[in-house]
């Protein structure tokens, strides 16, 4: 299905065209859209002054109706609440133009009025404006009113045009459809600006990535050149260059001549133009002159008005840079900063994750170092280092970074995709940490901001990963049928090239699990199989490879979560050999300890010791993962010294962990407790397992089952008595954490009663176990 553009976007094109009509073509607009002169006879006679006052009256209306058009068009474009209240205004004074602008007038009252009156879904509060300099720029009041004033003031220019034109002896112009011609020559001037610093960048030896103009777009997506045409940018008029510097060589001068291309372009283009205008008269092509004029008009209006020192533009940005002021400083560091995103970025399609880690640390000191004056960049690299830290399962340093990110009010609050990317990050935090708190609340505020983008109909997040990140939200809060419909909406649209296949597959595995969730469970293998054939797809790039592989085996991890052990294993197997073929041990390590941890869990104990990975394959970041599911294999194996060496070891590294995470060094100790209970340490194990429940406990943490199991078995072998009621308890808080799926917890009261059963197992052996505890 066709998207159409956003109404806010056509009607501020209907106000910007009509704005022009009235100020630059006014004779026309009075003899063929108003047949003021018709209706001027009609009512008082031919030439008398009543005739004369009408048309006096008519011309006069052009001013106010125009310069309220061009207000409301500006105030559109910036998404400003009173543009809607001046727009109304607009179309109220349209409607007098009876017959031709009254149809305008009443197509903008149908758009506006139920527009100004709907409530903002879920506004967020108002806070403190933000600090960062260059986004304030973007929100400057005094750009656009100086802007639309230049505009206007320039008009006179083109009357200019249309008097040497007459003089000349070249026709007029009344061309019917002249506001088409009027918009596609904005689209070829900003075409031209863009090219300018196009070119500039290649040639200062700058990485280009895309070239963007109105509804067009020119990208490279790994080596492979790109087009497309959006619809729902039809009519925008605005473009973009992305490029990135390849070295801090002559920085400044090269960021100079780049920025100043773009004015430079539309300049020169505008001289052309009026040069050619110039010589048409006497000419084949002398009845074209307006469109020589028109272009001539536009490049040098863009010229001057692109290096007006206010807001975003060119020209502030070049004062800054040649005056060499912090805010230009701050400009480069912001340059340098997307080249060190670049080697993020490939050293995450390389499934070098630790290596990415590293760069995006490094990336985030450089920007702390500019202070509150580069607060959006660093609410973007806190929350770049957060979802870093999640890929190797450091869950504690993720939501440190996601909270830090969150505390940038002012730029979360300007920029919904870094809202939604945040709260997301830590709903899943959250989650994994089964933080009961944190993670409904969490929720609740990506959902909210995804909601209000929806409702507001803006682009600042596409309509396909707004569904997604709406999908994702409601799976991990267990809201199934929600997350369903949101999926099969995304995959109705989406980005095509290699970034787009991970956005698709994601996609389509996360529609797996929903579907076994909801009990569909030949419906979900079949999909989920679909998302394994895309992760094999030949389309995916070879440096992007290992990271296909590591989706893969992460798809089996989810399909293990979900109840499906034989498919998660065999897709954990094959993601695995490509990781390791593909040189990402270290990442291959990560999902040979998670597949030792199932098979265990299936009582396969062999096989998990012959998965798990060799010690020297496991990197630092993951080492504590190494240490908690080897102990658990020791545990299984009746192995107690090695078992209880492995746990003080990982209690020491959470201890020493930057952010000391409670809940994680309790769990830690809970494991602990179980093996001092297992080597017959009874008081260590009921003293350990006593702290690690009072921190685990008010977070409704599923280990706190095991600290109550411990201290029934710890009391059992003191006293001779199980308590009943702690057993009770352990099952209760299992069956009650929210946080977990059905699967997930039936394994945990498997793990219980195993428990359970070993203790009277063991006590029927030596005759020694209580009536009661039979």
């Not at 060119?314 to 002021?325: C, E, F, K, N, S």
Request: with cysteine.
């Amino acid at each position: 299905m066709l998207n159409l553009p956003d109404r806010r976007i056509l009607l501020r094109w209907m106000f910007a065209v009509l704005g022009f009509m009235l100020m630059l073509r006014p004779q026309f607009v009075l003899a063929s859209v108003l047949h003021a002169d018709f209706w001027g006879t009609l009512l008082f006679g031919e030439d008398t002054p009543g005739y004369r006052s009408f048309m006096a009256a008519a011309k006069l209306y052009f001013v106010p109706t125009a310069l309220l058009c061009w207000i409301a068009a500006a105030g559109l474009r910036n998404d400003k609440r009173w543009s809607y209240g001046v727009g109304i205004c607009a179309c109220i004074l349209l409607l007098i133009g009876f017959p031709g602008l009254t149809i305008a007038g009443a197509i903008g009252l149908y758009v506006l009025i139920p527009r100004s009156s709907r409530p903002i879904v879920a506004a967020p509060a108002p806070g403190e404006p933000s600090t960062d300099f260059w986004s304030a720029k973007r929100k400057s009041k005094a750009q656009p009113i100086v802007l639309t004033a230049l505009w206007i003031l320039a008009f006179p220019l083109q009357v200019w045009f249309s008097a040497y034109a007459r003089r000349a002896g070249m026709p007029g112009w009344h061309p019917a459809w002249g506001w088409l011609w009027f918009g596609g020559f904005i689209l070829v001037n900003v075409a031209i600006h863009e090219a300018g610093h196009a070119f500039a960048a290649v040639a200062a030896g700058y990485r280009l990535h895309i070239v963007s103009i109105g509804p067009i777009s020119f990208s490279r997506d790994h080596s492979r050149l790109r087009f497309r045409f959006d619809p729902t940018r039809l009519f925008e008029n605005g473009g973009y260059i992305g490029a990135t510097p390849v070295s801090d060589r002559n920085q400044r001068l090269k960021e100079i001549a780049v920025v100043a291309a773009g004015p430079a372009a539309n300049a020169l283009a505008g001289l052309v133009f009026l040069a050619v205008f110039v010589s048409l008269p006497g000419t084949a092509w002398q009845n074209w002159w307006w469109m020589a004029a028109l272009n001539a008009f536009l490049g040098c209006g863009m010229a001057v008005t692109n290096l007006i020192p206010l807001g975003y533009s060119d020209g502030t940005m070049l004062l800054h840079l040649i005056r060499w002021t912090p805010a230009g400083r701050l400009l480069l560091e912001r340059k340098r900063v997307s080249q060190m995103t670049e080697a993020a970025e490939a050293c995450h399609g390389r499934a070098a994750f630790d290596e990415e880690i590293e760069v995006r640390e490094a990336m985030l000191q450089r920007a702390l170092s500019f202070g509150k004056d580069n607060a959006f960049t660093i609410a973007v690299c806190h929350q770049a280092l957060g979802t870093a830290y999640l890929l190797v399962d450091d869950w504690p340093a993720a939501e440190v970074q996601y909270r830090k990110c969150l505390a940038c009010a002012a730029e979360i609050s300007a920029s919904p995709g870094l809202a939604a990317n945040a709260w997301s990050g830590l709903q899943l935090t959250s989650t994994r940490r089964h933080r009961v708190a944190a993670a409904g609340p969490a929720y609740a505020a990506a959902v909210a901001v995804l909601e209000r983008e929806k409702a507001a109909g803006r682009k600042a997040i596409p309509d396909a990963v707004k569904s997604a990140m709406l999908g994702q939200a409601h799976l991990r809060h267990g809201a199934f049928r929600e997350a369903l419909r949101e999926f099969e909406k995304a995959l109705l649209t989406g980005p095509d090239g290699p970034r787009g296949i991970f956005l698709r597959a994601y996609r389509i595995r996360s529609k797996a699990v929903c579907q076994l969730q909801l009990g569909d469970t030949e419906a979900g293998l079949a999909t989920a199989q679909s998302a394994a054939g895309v992760y094999r797809s030949p389309a995916i790039p070879l440096d992007r490879r290992n990271l296909a592989w590591e989706n893969l085996a992460d798809l089996g991890y989810e399909l293990w979560r979900v109840g499906q052990p034989a498919l998660a294993i065999d897709r954990l197997r094959e993601g695995i050999s490509g990781l390791e073929s593909g040189g990402a041990g270290t990442v291959g390590a990560r999902y040979r300890i998670i597949l030792a941890a199932i098979l265990r869990q299936l009582g396969r104990t062999d096989e998990a010791w012959a998965e798990f990975p060799a010690e020297q394959a496991v990197c630092p970041a993951r080492r504590r993962g190494f240490l908690a599911e080897r102990a658990r294999l020791h545990l299984a194996a009746g192995h107690q010294g090695f078992t209880i060496a492995d746990c003080r070891e990982l209690v020491a590294l959470w201890r020493a962990h930057p952010d000391a995470p409670a809940p994680e060094i309790a769990c830690a100790e809970a494991l602990l407790a179980e093996a001092c209970l297992a080597a017959g340490e009874f008081s260590e194990a009921a003293t350990l397992a006593t702290q690690a429940r009072d921190v685990l406990g008010p977070w409704q943490h599923p280990d706190a089952a095991s600290c109550l199991i411990t201290l029934a078995l710890a009391r059992w072998q003191s006293t001779g008595e199980l308590d009943a009621a702690r057993t009770d308890e352990a099952f209760h808080l299992i069956e009650s954490a929210p946080l977990l799926g059905s699967a997930e917890k039936q394994r945990l009261r498997q793990g219980l009663e195993s428990r359970l059963d070993t203790a009277r197992r063991g006590a029927r052996a030596t005759d020694a176990l209580p009536s009661a505890a039979a």
